[in-house]
C-alpha cells in the first residue's frame, strides 16, 4: 500500500473518531439542558472505550488491508 493511502487512512480514522466524540458531546450537552442532569461518568467512559475499540479496528483493517464496513457502497 502506498503511503498516501496510509495518510489517507489515518485522516480517515481521526475523522470518523472526532465525529463520534462530537455526537457523543451534543448528547451530553442535549441531555444535561433537558433533564438538568449529568449522564454518570462510567457510561462516558464506556463511551470512549467503545470509540477505541472502534479505532482499534479501522487501524488494524488499514494496516493488514482486512475489509472494513462499507456503509455507503454495498459489497461487490
Known sequence: ?????????????AIVIA???LVGAIIK???SWLFGTN?????EKLYIAVVGLIALYM????????PSWHVITPHA
Not at 449522564?39 to 457510561?43: D, G, Q
Open 29 to 31: 450537552w442535549f441531555c
Open 19 to 21: 465525529i463520534f466524540l
Open 59 to 66: 487501524l488494524v483493517a488499514l494496516v493488514f488491508g482486512l
Open 39 to 43: 449522564i454518570p461518568t462510567e457510561v
Open 1 to 13: 500500500m502506498p503511503l498516501s493511502g496510509i495518510v489517507l487512512g489515518l485522516i480517515n480514522i
